[in-house]
């Protein structure tokens, strides 16, 4: 994930199947100065109340859209910096290099916004 700001990259995330449906966790982060390494999740609820950021399964429940072959539909994803669910949807690139990210909540319509999500490199996979 990168900082639509500064450009710089975030976080990296394990993104997997989960029994047919597509999950994800978070594997490393890349703090700012100043900023805790590992803080937790303590907006979170459940399960996740007060679990560490890495390792925390913030991506679930994603379903392959129909007559799409790229495309997940019907996920959820947790912003861990406040706790917050929203309903989600996911793409893959057709070169495979990136995954863009709509989350959302659900009105009459769906409002949200969407994240890019690239390949990490092999320096920032170092020591995943």
Same mark, same amino acid.
């Given at each position: 994930?990168?900082? &639509?700001?500064?450009?710089?990259? /975030? ?8 029994? %047919?449906?597509?999950?994800? &966790? ?11 390494? $590992? *803080? ?10 007060? /679990?560490? &950021? ?9 379903? *392959?859209?129909? %007559? ?10 947790? $912003? ?46 170092? %020591?995943?």
């Amino acid at each position: 994930s990168v900082d &639509k700001k500064t450009g710089k990259v /975030q976080s990296i995330f394990k993104v997997y199947d989960d029994k %047919g449906k597509l999950a994800g &966790k978070i594997v490393k982060t890349f703090p700012t100065p100043g900023e805790k390494y $590992n *803080p937790i999740c303590s907006g979170c609820e459940g399960r996740r109340k007060n /679990q560490p &950021k890495i390792g925390i399964v913030f991506f679930w429940d994603f379903v *392959p859209a129909k %007559g799409k072959p790229r495309k997940w539909v019907d996920g959820k994803i947790l $912003n861990p910096d406040d706790g917050k669910v929203y309903g989600s949807e996911a793409e893959l690139s057709e070169d495979g290099t990136k995954l863009d990210v709509y989350g959302y909540i659900r009105i009459l319509i769906k409002i949200g916004g969407t994240s890019t999500w690239l390949r990490p490199t092999a320096a920032e996979l170092e %020591g995943v």
